[in-house]
T-cell receptor, first 116, second 113 residues
């Protein structure tokens, strides 16, 4: 079974500053993907970034980057130059390659507030 | 940009009634999913679907639930006899492969009264 843990229920960051959201996971599989999804007040789930477990290089998408530590099973999200529109719930998710349509396992989420 | 669309956006139903939630996945995607999120809680997996059959289902997905792909575009979730605890946001998702990123629809908020 897979588990995803987000230990920060809430975080706050000032506009233009940098914030890091933490995520740890557990799986016995070696072939998997990790994702961060953003859920704004509209409650839609928006993909922010993904990381393939076999890749050592950390993924980046514009102001969003990850710190993927495979041995430690850690997958944190860094948001640089935070903007008011970044305020949302952020969910870390794990997906294992089972050869079939495998499920996403989500963490409990971190609510990010962005202040002026 | 292709997107997953869900209808209706909000449905209110009486306890014991049947509801059908509809989804149109991204057209070249082959894998389809339903998730739900009770207000304030995390997103939970319900079922995955590929090649016209269920690939995996969670313990939540009991006999009251069923999924169907009635034609080449729609993917539906049916709840036969709704309970109060079925009130949640239901998300449809699709992916091109079995384990890469899944793209979510905007959700259907189901309220059972």
């Amino acid at each position: 079974a897979q588990t995803v843990t987000q230990s920060q229920p809430e975080m706050s960051v000032q506009e233009a500053e940098t914030v890091t959201l933490s995520c740890t996971y557990d799986t016995s599989e070696s072939d998997y993907y990790l994702f961060w999804y953003k859920q704004p007040p509209s409650r839609q789930m928006i993909l922010v970034i993904r990381q393939e477990a076999y890749k050592q290089q950390n993924a980046t998408e514009n102001r969003f980057s990850v710190n993927f530590q495979k041995a430690a099973k850690s997958f944190s999200l860094k948001i640089s130059d935070s903007q008011l529109g970044d305020a949302a719930m952020y969910f870390c998710a794990l997906r294992v390659n089972t050869g079939t349509a495998s499920k996403l396992t989500f963490g409990t989420g971190t609510r990010l507030q962005v202040t002026l | 940009e292709p997107e997953v669309t869900q209808t209706p956006s909000h449905q209110v139903t009486q306890m014991g009634q049947e509801v059908i939630l509809r989804c149109v996945p991204i057209s070249n995607h082959l894998y389809f999913y339903w998730y739900r999120q009770i207000l304030g809680q995390k997103v939970e997996f319900l079922v995955s679907f590929y090649n016209n059959e269920i690939s995996e289902k969670s313990e939540i997905f009991d006999d009251q639930f069923s999924v169907e792909r009635p034609d080449g575009s729609n993917f539906t979730l049916k709840i036969r006899s709704t309970k109060l605890e079925d009130s949640a946001m239901y998300f449809c998702a699709s992916s091109q492969t079995a384990y890469t990123e899944a793209f979510f629809g905007q959700g259907t908020r189901l309220t059972v009264v």
